[in-house]
């Protein structure tokens, strides 16, 4: 069960990154108001904190959160953008995933 408990911190993680960059997009581009800052600045404390509670080196927590990120980045275009990802986008995704599962599950002796 580490596995699963890893997978769904990073796409917490990443969920909260995307949220806390979205709010200030929202009044910087389409003219929303300044207040949406402050959930924003929660969200990337959060955010913060959550990278905080991975059990393995930083470096390595990073590198594979990269992966998780494009996945939940493409999954936020279609959800929230209203734009269906393209075969290309999805293989990207896949791409990435696999490299994060590289990453994080490999087996290590320390």
Known sequence: MPELKTISLFLVTALTEIIGCYLPYLWLREGKTIWLLVPAAVSLATFVWLL???????????????????????????????????????????????????????????
């Open 52 to 110: 905080s509670l991975h059990p393995t080196a930083t470096g390595r927590v990073y590198a594979a959160y990269g992966g998780v990120y494009i996945f939940m980045a493409i999954c936020w275009l279609w959800a929230v953008d209203g734009v269906r990802p393209t075969s290309w986008d999805l293989v990207g995704s896949a791409v990435a995933l696999l490299g994060m599962a590289i990453i994080i599950f490999a087996p290590r002796s320390t």
